[in-house]
Every structure is written in structure tokens, then in C-alpha cells.
């Protein structure tokens, strides 16, 4: 696969201003999917959760699904947007082989929510706001896998399976407006702005926004214009984008893509764009259609939706405490300086951090993993903290085997990397690698003896007043333990052997 030239983002950045737009898709968890009564679960056998609806089948006629309306109007509100009195469903026409209707039932010009905004506050506390366009509802396509080919892509594979499980599942999708003035600061807005998206959807309940399952999918949209230009440049999409990493980095590399061909003479193709994780470049995938080209018209099948003014208000009043005051509750509550919950926020490990806490430890000790080893090995590994397999009950089991003393801090390291490793549970790895102190008086006291015998100076230095002193036999105790050693317990035996009084 050929990777297009780019210019270094510094250099982009001196000729042209990016503007950005976003789609964000985001699966409802319904029991139900959008039409039909198939059931909407994730991950059971291809084409079990699918009727005669999903597929299009001659003489079927669609039912919406309440809840979904229900959902969209809670989204809508937690969006700022307003919600529309009356609204519509519109037939999106095109064909594709995972969508066996051969079009997708969608809103068009009449969506439930429209003229909202989200205010995204980026690393240093700076706060963006993005103006929302349209929250509308529409129904997932199928899931094509593609066979054969070496990265799982439509390029180089020798066929195509398709799965209509996913066929009829509620979404909403939500546009943003045109967002300019970001500058070099777009990527991270990008991936700041489609993590409060993701947040919210989450906080609310209606989806389970799992990005890795597809349950939140982001379409972004770039364009660069020179500077002081006011008419925007020609824009590419970047389709699926499904990892917060990811967003922001095909938003970056996007940037450094047009501004080499801009800086060529060559045009830029509006055309829709596959991210590539492994080389952190996107391919072309399509000439991008304008909505004349989908031919919408209204859905035949299903009456128009009337959201009563009491009905949203109703739904409004079960809205949950919303993100940004929740943020402020939880930083009171865990006593965290504005910079620590900064790090905390920025590194998106709010939800583990609360959830760790609630599951038994210290607001401390959450933040002591969280921010410190796991958040080192996950940068290690380029990852996000999330995909490295570690969880709250990790962490209380973790800080449960030091606070007994069967491991101390260095070992629990060693232990957590072996968790990421896949090796099991941090006893079962305690327990199957021999990793726990050695508190055996004789085995430790054979330690000190050799080591005090070793460092006779010490010995005298300890015997003349300086404690401390004992922290230099630590290290060939250690070494004698393999790092196993009971810190606390070598102390007290060292002042026994001497004589001292602790």
C-alpha cells in the first residue's frame, strides 16, 4: 500500500487553516433494533438477530421503535440542541451490499434535534465550542468482512462475507457545523470533541459506546484554505474512524496530506477516506456523493413523529447530572488539585479512576495506577489505557496484596506487566511465578548477615545513631531475595541483631 506525500505538520500549519467537520454515529442500546422487533445484541452468530424487516422482504412494513425516539431526544437535549415539534423519516437511496433494503431509512431535511452546541475544554483548560448542526436518527447497514487481504480492507481481498446482525440497528448521527479557528490545536480537538460525545452518550445510558464494538464511529471531515482565504477548500472524510487515538491522528495526518497536494498545484478530491492504523495514513475509498445523488424522499411506510413539548420535558427531567458538573463533583470528592484532574481527564481515565474507587481503594492509589504504571505501559505499547486489559478489580486486588504484605510496590509492578501480558489475575501471577516477600525470619536473617558482614562501616554507622543508614543494606537484601525482601521486616531485624531499640 502507497502512502501519499505529506508535508510535516509544522509546515501545513504555517500556510493554511484547517476547518474540520464531524459525524459522529452513535449505536443505541435498544433491545429491539430501529423498525423491527430482531433483537439488538452484539457479537452472537452472523444473521441470527435479523427478520424479515432488516432484509427488505416483499409486503413488510417498518414499526419505530420508541425507545430510540426516546433516546434521540436525550441526546438532542444533552447536545443543547432544539427538538424538533414534528420531524420525518426519508428514504437515503443507494446500493450496497450490506444494506439488502438497497436504501437506508433515514432523516433528511427534518432531523428530531438541530441547533445545538457541545463547549470542549482541550488539555490546558481551554474551552472550544463546537456548534452542532443535527442530531437525526437513522438505522445501521450490515457488517462486511472483508477476506483474503493482508490489513482486512476491500483493496487486495478476494471476497466479501457480509453479517446483517447489525442491519436495522438505532443510531443517531451527529453533525457538527463547519468548525474553524482551531489551528494547530484541530487534532486534539478532534479527539477531545468526539471523547465528550462518547461521554455523554455513555452517561446517559443510551448507548454502550464501545468505541472497538462500533457503538460510537466518527466521519471526519478536513479542509485547508490558505490564510486570511475565506471560502473553505475541498474536504475528504475519513470514514469509521472508531478509536479516540485514531481520530487524532487521521485528522493530523489528513493536514499534512492536502497541504502537500495543495502545495503540488494538484486539487483535492472530495472523496471519502479509509484510516489505516498500522501505517497511521488513510487510502482513498470513493468519489464523495452530495445528497442530490442518494435521491431522498419521504418514507412512504412511516408517519411523521410528533415529540410533544410535555413528552420532552419529561424526558428531560430524567436527564443524569451532566458530564462537565460531574467532572467538578468527582474532583472535590477525590481531592485532586486542578492539575491533577487535569491529567486525569486529558489521559481519559476519569471512568476507571471512579470506578476503581468505588470498587474499594483510595482516591490516591487509583490515581497512583492509573496515571503512573498503566498509563507508562500504555504508552510504551502506543496504546490507549483502555485496550491494556487491566481493570478496577486489577488494581483492588493489586493494592489488596500489597496492603497484606504478600507483595511490596516493586513487585506489584512486575505483576501488573504480567497482567497486561495476559498471564491471569495478579494472585493467580503472584502465586504461579513465586513472586510473593519473603518475610522468613531465617531466610531474610542469612540476608542481613551476609550483608552486614559486607559492610562493616555501616554496621558502625548504624550502631552510632544513623538509622538511615540501614537503607544501604536494603539493596544487597534485596538482591540476596530477588527483590522480595520485606523491607519493613529487614529493619526490624537489623536493629534487633544490633541491639537497637526501633
Not at 320 to 332: F, G, I, S, W
Request: with cysteine; charged share 30%.
Amino acid at each position: 500500500m502507497s502512502v501519499d506525500a505529506t508535508l510535516s505538520f509544522e509546515e501545513a500549519m504555517e500556510k493554511y487553516d484547517p476547518v474540520l467537520g464531524f459525524e459522529v454515529h452513535v449505536e443505541l442500546n435498544t433491545k429491539t433494533k430501529m423498525f423491527s422487533s430482531a433483537p439488538n445484541v452484539f457479537g452472537d452468530e452472523p444473521n441470527t438477530n435479523v427478520n424479515e424487516v432488516d432484509l427488505g422482504m416483499p409486503g413488510v412494513l417498518p414499526v419505530v421503535n420508541r425507545t430510540a425516539i426516546e433516546s434521540s431526544i436525550k441526546i438532542g437535549l444533552a447536545l443543547n440542541c432544539k427538538i424538533a415539534e414534528t420531524c420525518r423519516f426519508a428514504r437515503k437511496n443507494y446500493f450496497y451490499p450490506d444494506t439488502p433494503k438497497n436504501f437506508q431509512t433515514s432523516q433528511y431535511d427534518e432531523p428530531i434535534a438541530y441547533d445545538g452546541y457541545l463547549d470542549i475544554e482541550l488539555s490546558d483548560g481551554t474551552v472550544f465550542r463546537v456548534e452542532i448542526e443535527r442530531a437525526h436518527m437513522e438505522e445501521d447497514a450490515g457488517k462486511l468482512t472483508h477476506m483474503g487481504g493482508s490489513a482486512g480492507r476491500i483493496q487486495g481481498a478476494d471476497y466479501s462475507l457480509v453479517d446483517y446482525n447489525r442491519s436495522g440497528v438505532p443510531l443517531v448521527e451527529i453533525v457538527t457545523k463547519p468548525i474553524q479557528g482551531a489551528g494547530s490545536r484541530a487534532p486534539e480537538l478532534a479527539k477531545a470533541y468526539v471523547a465528550a460525545v462518547r461521554e455523554i452518550v455513555k452517561n446517559l445510558g443510551v448507548s454502550d459506546a464501545k468505541m472497538e464494538r462500533g457503538n460510537v464511529r466518527c466521519d471526519a471531515n478536513v479542509s485547508l484554505r490558505p490564510h486570511g482565504r475565506e471560502r473553505f477548500g475541498i474536504r475528504s472524510e475519513t470514514k469509521n474512524v472508531n478509536s479516540l487515538r485514531a481520530v487524532e491522528h487521521a485528522v493530523r495526518y489528513e493536514i499534512q496530506r492536502h497541504a502537500a497536494v495543495l502545495d503540488s498545484g494538484e486539487p483535492v478530491i472530495q472523496e471519502t477516506r479509509h484510516w489505516h492504523e498500522d501505517t497511521r495514513s488513510t487510502t482513498s475509498g470513493r468519489a464523495k456523493s452530495d445528497a442530490d445523488d442518494y435521491r431522498y424522499f419521504p418514507e412512504p411506510d412511516l408517519v411523521p413523529i410528533v415529540a410533544s413539548r410535555e413528552w420532552v420535558e419529561e424526558l428531560r427531567a430524567t436527564l443524569p447530572e451532566p458530564p462537565a458538573e460531574r467532572r467538578k463533583r468527582l474532583q472535590a470528592d477525590w481531592g485532586y488539585s486542578d492539575a491533577e484532574f487535569r491529567d486525569v481527564v486529558n489521559a481519559g481515565v476519569t471512568e476507571q479512576i471512579e470506578e476503581t474507587i468505588a470498587a474499594g481503594t483510595t482516591a490516591a492509589v487509583a490515581r497512583k495506577w492509573w496515571m503512573g504504571e498503566i498509563a507508562r505501559l500504555a504508552k510504551n505499547a502506543d496504546k490507549d489505557v483502555s485496550d491494556m486489559g487491566v481493570t478496577s478489580a486489577t488494581i483492588v486486588e493489586l493494592n489488596s496484596l500489597i496492603e497484606g504484605k504478600k507483595i511490596n510496590d516493586k513487585i506489584a509492578r512486575q505483576v501488573l506487566e504480567f497482567v497486561v501480558a495476559g498471564e491471569g489475575t495478579p494472585s493467580e501471577i503472584v502465586e504461579k511465578r513465586s513472586l510473593a516477600v519473603v518475610n522468613d525470619d531465617s531466610a531474610l536473617g542469612a540476608a542481613i548477615d551476609a550483608a552486614m558482614e559486607a559492610m562493616p562501616d555501616v554496621v558502625a554507622k548504624v550502631k552510632g545513631g544513623k538509622l538511615q543508614a540501614i537503607g544501604a543494606l536494603m539493596g544487597p537484601v534485596m538482591k540476596a531475595t530477588r527483590g522480595q525482601a520485606d523491607a519493613g521486616r529487614v529493619r526490624e531485624l537489623v536493629l534487633e541483631k544490633l541491639g537497637i531499640e526501633g
